[in-house]
């Protein structure tokens, strides 16, 4: 099993290492992916109210027969729902979806400017009422962790931010570890438009590993905590056998050094 953890600015343990979702299907697909990596060691799962998935993602998790507190369910507000009390409606809609009583991380998913503020006081109230174990952020900028920080003193636990070889967010990430808050990478495989990379495709026959399981490792060694998306079954059993080899510094090096500040997805300052 894979039993790698970060401790969150609150004292919540959270893996490392776990499933997205995004795009996988509602019903059979999602359902059977989260079992699938339930039986493969992960116990985190990444969804989102915006990925319309959440429901079959509750019945991967039930199906696979874990135990509730044995898994770390992560879903997200959606920008239209943004605002207090839309926030907190939201919110119990998805708690229905993915039939559970409580959420281990709850995510603002964009920082959607004049809203997230009302957003974050919806959060600190289901927060301090023990409905989301903690309580964070995705898509924030460092400017928009100054105006929540500035405005309120429950410091989000984690911010989930596009982060791969290609966009390494070293500066975010450096404001982000003095602010003890968790960086968590998504699309770390960068949608999967990094796994051809040549330095990539070097790196990984050096170590007899495949493209993926070497950017999974990148991420692991800088302490971020990354979500890779499949929903094949031999892919999700690869992308978590990811334990048993060690980048050296120099390869890690050489890895950092492929950043050019490129995004597969929405910049964050001008999303729709
Ligand atoms: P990703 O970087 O995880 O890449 C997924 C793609 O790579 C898929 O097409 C998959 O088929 C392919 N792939 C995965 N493993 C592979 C393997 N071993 N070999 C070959 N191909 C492989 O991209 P993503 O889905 O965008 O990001 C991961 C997760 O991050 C999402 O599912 C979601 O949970 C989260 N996310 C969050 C936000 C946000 O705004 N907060 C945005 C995007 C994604």
Redesign the pocket.
């Known amino acids: 099993t894979i039993k790698t953890r970060v401790r969150l600015n609150n004292r919540v343990e959270m893996p490392q290492f776990g499933l997205?979702?995004?795009?996988?299907e509602n019903g059979m697909e999602v359902t059977n992916a989260v079992e699938a990596a339930i039986q493969a060691g992960y116990t985190l799962i990444?969804?989102?109210s915006f990925?319309q998935n959440e429901s079959g993602v509750g019945a991967g998790v039930k199906n696979s027969g874990i135990n509730r507190e044995d898994i770390f369910i992560t879903s997200?507000v959606w920008n239209t729902d943004q605002g207090y009390e839309s926030t907190l409606n939201a919110f119990q809609k998805t708690l229905k979806e993915l039939d559970v009583e409580y959420l281990d991380l709850y995510?603002i998913?964009?920082p959607v400017e004049g809203r997230f503020l009302d957003t974050w006081r919806a959060f600190e109230k289901l927060y301090e009422e023990g409905y989301i174990k903690a309580a964070g952020v995705?898509?924030f900028q460092i400017h928009h962790l100054e105006k929540l920080l500035a405005n309120s003193s429950l410091v989000p636990a984690v911010n989930?931010?596009?982060l791969?070889p290609r966009l390494t967010q070293i500066e975010l990430r450096n404001y982000c570890s003095e602010k003890k808050i968790q960086v968590e990478s998504?699309?770390?495989?960068?949608?999967?438009n990094l796994?051809k990379e040549p330095t990539i495709e070097y790196v990984a026959k050096k170590y007899g590993k495949?493209?993926?399981?070497v950017i999974i490792r990148w991420h692991l060694q800088n302490e971020l905590v990354v979500?890779?998306?499949?929903?094949?079954p031999e892919?999700i059993v690869?992308?978590a056998n990811v334990f048993d080899f060690v980048l050296s510094q120099e390869d890690m090096n050489v890895l950092n050094q492929l950043n050019m500040n490129e995004r597969?997805?929405q910049h964050p300052d001008h999303f729709k």
């Open positions: 997205g979702v995004y795009k996988a990444d969804t989102a990925y997200k995510l998913h964009w995705s898509n989930q931010v596009e791969h998504w699309s770390p495989l960068g949608r999967g796994l495949t493209p993926a399981q979500i890779p998306k499949s929903v094949t892919r690869e992308n597969f997805g």
